[in-house]
């Protein structure tokens, strides 16, 4: 098989850049038909790649790619979930050339989406091509890939709810997480949940004159930027009443295991263009950016922000917050506690709002499973070292919506690396994490199935 992968690899790299080129934006109106354009395509790609069918189901958003491979029903089932939509590419002017014109350079190819989750959803396109190429199918495999994984998947429980039946299989795998390092492959074993608002300031009923109002009137952006900052004490730990009650505290014991990441902090600065680290006393960077909540300002605005200067005290001020939960905190309990205490701060000079916009919870995976153990297999077959597991700081939502609606454990066997730049300029994918990838996924089916057996 992996004789099949370097006879066609370029073909492959030539097809992920068709799908690359289409801005698939799920966040932006204007991208709509791209982003349905896009679902049109990855539903052709599964039929040439073998698929028995491949459907786009529509939901209240942008539709979900459905697809089937089934050899036997008393095989096992490997459902795979990736999706299709992308990041917006903003700022654009930080970008070494056009986010959606892919360019290959370094061995990397570089465009929206090319790691998160386009390259890596089109693995297993390719991985099933050469499965069924090579007449090697072990087990049933179903795809489910969506189109608004970005924008908070809002349509996904509908449609899992609705196709409940459809879906059953004994394990969800999915490629939208990271390595730790190409020499030091590992399996990703747990996520942070999310809870993500936006809050609106508001002062004087309209802009007024700097000179004439300004000392006499609350200045909304002044007071967000004070509100903001009283979310956080001087240990960096969030101040919101009842935000710590129900963290998953680690042992000591894991987190002597965790200390055993080959992780240097100074290399990591370097490649950041920091001098220096902030985080939560008390704890090491690692654990820091994967088993802590956390509480971060992702934009805010307000007033004149043109070209030269506009003396201008603003009627309001505006900021995007993000909170990244760990094991047992619940996105909605923290949502409410951050709107109570958020309001309850705010100064009688202006009026605040707190509106929600989505949330997903943590979620962990066993280790011990048959699943796990069919992937680390395959990482050491196919790189030739045993995978470590590792958490990640990052949130994929439906993780846990899957084993609360189809009762199945995923592992998330992705292939990316942190300074692939997801969701940040110059977005890339390394041409040999997506080959090695295709490599790996086939594997896995191969050693789940036979595993399965025993």
């Not at 014991?253 to 220096?276: C, N, S, W």
Request: proline fraction near 6%; charged fraction near 25%.
């Amino acid at each position: 098989m992996n004789q099949y992968i370097q006879t066609h690899k370029d073909r492959f790299l030539s097809e992920l850049s068709e799908l690359l080129r289409i801005p698939s934006v799920s966040a932006d109106p204007k991208c709509a038909n791209d982003v349905r354009r896009a679902a049109l395509f990855v539903k052709k790609e599964l039929e040439k790649a073998g698929a028995d069918f491949a459907e786009i189901i529509e939901t209240e958003g942008y539709p979900i790619v459905y697809a089937e491979k089934m050899i036997d029903p008393s095989l096992p089932t490997v459902l795979v979930y990736g999706h299709y939509d992308v990041q917006p590419p903003d700022p654009l002017d930080l970008w070494h050339s056009p986010p959606f014109e892919p360019v290959v350079k370094d061995g990397k190819i570089y465009a929206r989406g090319a790691c998160d989750d386009k390259g890596q959803m089109y693995m297993h396109v390719k991985a099933l091509e050469t499965l069924v190429s090579s007449g090697t199918v072990p087990c049933n495999i179903k795809m489910m890939i969506e189109g608004e994984e970005e924008v908070g998947s809002d349509n996904l429980e509908y449609f899992v709810k609705k196709y409940r039946d459809r879906l059953a299989a004994d394990v969800i795998l999915i490629s939208d997480t990271s390595i730790f390092s190409n020499e030091v492959p590992s399996i990703t074993t747990g996520l942070r949940g999310l809870s993500y608002l936006e809050v609106e300031v508001t002062g004087p009923d309209r802009d007024l004159h700097s000179g004439v109002y300004g000392g006499g009137v609350g200045n909304p952006i002044n007071v967000l930027c004070d509100m903001i900052h009283s979310l956080l004490d001087e240990n960096n730990r969030i101040t919101v009443p009842g935000f710590y009650d129900d963290v998953q505290e680690l042992t000591p014991e894991e987190r002597t295991e965790m200390a055993k990441i080959p992780f240097d902090e100074i290399h990591y600065m370097q490649k950041l263009g920091v001098e220096g680290l902030k985080g939560e006393k008390g704890y090491t960077t690692l654990e820091r950016v994967s088993i802590r909540p956390t509480l971060d300002v992702n934009g805010i605005w307000g007033g004149y922000t043109g070209e030269g200067a506009k003396t201008v005290l603003p009627s309001k001020a505006f900021a995007k917050i993000s909170m990244r939960l760990v094991p047992n905190q619940s996105s909605k309990k923290i949502t409410e506690l951050f709107k109570k205490y958020f309001e309850s701060i705010a100064p009688k000079s202006v009026k605040v709002e707190v509106r929600p916009h989505h949330g997903g919870e943590p979620a962990v995976t066993p280790i011990d499973s048959v699943a796990f153990q069919a992937a680390s297999r395959a990482f050491e077959t196919a790189w030739g070292k045993k995978p470590i597991p590792k958490r990640e700081g990052g949130s994929i939502p439906i993780v846990a919506l899957f084993e609360k609606e189809l009762g199945l454990k995923s592992v998330l066997m992705g292939f990316g690396l942190d300074s692939d730049n997801i969701h940040s300029p110059n977005e890339h994918y390394g041409l040999m994490n997506f080959y090695k990838g295709i490599e790996t996924i086939t594997l896995f089916h191969q050693y789940f199935a036979e595993m399965m057996r025993k």
